[in-house]
Nanobody
Framework: VQLQASGGGLVQAGGSLRLSCAASGRTLSSSSVGWFRQAPGKEREFVAAIFRSGGNTYYHDSVKGRFTISRDNAKNTAYLQMNSLRPEDTATYYC???????????????????WGQGTLVTVSS
């Protein structure tokens, strides 16, 4: 499956953005989807995940209550709604998928695959 992230941009602190992760080549409904981010000079960091079974969601503590991950299987697309953005949210955001991910591994990028091109989010103070 090929994934393409989009929706990034420049926003002021406190603002909102919605990122999209569009899939082609295979349906996303059979996969869990994860969002990660990477700031310059830093390692790739887990942000959020939505599991294929039951649609349960899981978030990094730093984004809980501000970000919401969702999916639209009819559009073969996952989303990351980001509210109350902070300068420290500035990064390139990536989506990935996995058919076998479990909760204990969800934060580890090595367990995700088919990373798409990222989309840059810049939050100004």
């Amino acid at each position: 499956v090929q994934l393409q992230a989009s929706g990034g941009g420049l926003v002021q602190a406190g603002g909102s953005l919605r990122l999209s992760c569009a899939a082609s080549g295979r349906t996303l409904s059979s996969s869990s989807v994860g969002w990660f981010r990477q700031a310059p000079g830093k390692e790739r960091e887990f942000v959020a995940a939505i599991f294929r079974s039951g649609g349960n969601t899981y978030y990094h503590d730093s984004v809980k209550g501000r970000f919401t991950i969702s999916r639209d299987n009819a559009k073969n697309t996952a989303y990351l709604q980001m509210n109350s953005l902070r300068p420290e949210d500035t990064a390139t955001y990536y989506c990935a998928h996995s058919r076998t991910i479990i909760l204990s591994s969800v934060r580890d990028p090595r367990y995700w695959s088919d990373w798409g091109q990222g989309t840059l989010v810049t939050v100004s103070s």
